[in-house]
């Protein structure tokens, strides 16, 4: 896998919900390897996922597109549509219930896109490294790249945990130098800051656990 597209797998892996199989797999990536100790609390990491990530909780950062930018619903069904729309042309299967603005899926998609790029230039196809960079230049500028570097700010912000302070800050970082590479100029998107909510990983009395998100290409 090259190095771009294993950069997007470890980033759509970090946002799924803490299990220690998950942890032990991103201490051992160059990301997340120096904030993630061998005797890491995965309770607190668990309660620290579900604080950010659950929009019940005062201060928790929506990880869906379609929280962002213009709140018109003609505007959001346009977008989920032209998100959707992507995943089809390209053979992309979503986890069942998963939304397809949700960042993981969109993180897993340009994943795939860049394992495609870089199996036709392995044999020599070149409509399909055309193709395939061609989209994924489009999605970025039209989707991933408008408000992943918002959101990566905000998470960075929000979050307590290292983990998610790291995720935060390398998200926005890499779809930056992705904007770049693609050519891609993204009309980004910038709201007022969220205000985390107080108390270390703590997690409301009633608040449930954010479901478990696996997005998965075909």
Same mark, same amino acid.
């Given at each position: 896998m090259n190095d771009v597209a294993s950069t997007y797998k470890?980033?759509?892996?970090a946002?799924? *919900? +803490? !299990? *220690? /199989?998950?942890? &032990? @797999?991103l201490r051992e990536t160059e990301v997340f390897g120096g904030v993630l100790a061998e005797d890491v609390d995965l309770d607190s990491i668990t309660r620290e996922y579900t604080r950010i990530f659950s929009l019940t909780v005062a201060g928790g950062i929506a990880p869906y597109e379609l /929280?962002? @930018?213009?709140p018109g619903a003609f505007s959001k069904t346009q977008r989920m549509a032209d998100v959707a729309g992507f995943y089809q042309a390209f053979g992309m299967e979503l986890a069942a219930q998963e939304r397809v603005d949700y960042i993981g899926a969109e993180l897993e998609f340009m994943q795939w896109m860049a394992l495609k790029e870089s199996r036709g230039r392995e044999v020599g196809k070149d409509e399909q490294v055309r193709v395939c960079r061609d989209a994924a230049a489009e999605f970025m500028n039209d989707h991933l790249g408008r408000w &992943? +570097?918002?959101? @990566? /700010?905000?998470?960075?912000?929000?979050a307590r945990h290292p983990l998610y302070v790291t995720l935060g800050r390398t998200l926005g970082d890499f779809i930056k130098k992705e904007c770049a590479r693609l050519g891609v100029e993204p009309d980004v998107i910038t709201l007022p800051a969220p205000q985390p909510s107080? @108390? /270390?990983? !703590?997690?409301e009395p009633d608040c449930e656990p954010a479901e478990s998100r696996t997005p998965a290409p075909s």
């Open positions: 470890t980033l759509a892996l946002f799924h *919900r +803490p !299990n *220690r /199989e998950l942890l &032990a @797999g /929280e962002y @930018g213009d &992943a +570097p918002f959101f @990566g /700010e905000q998470l960075a912000l929000a107080t @108390g /270390e990983f !703590n997690c």
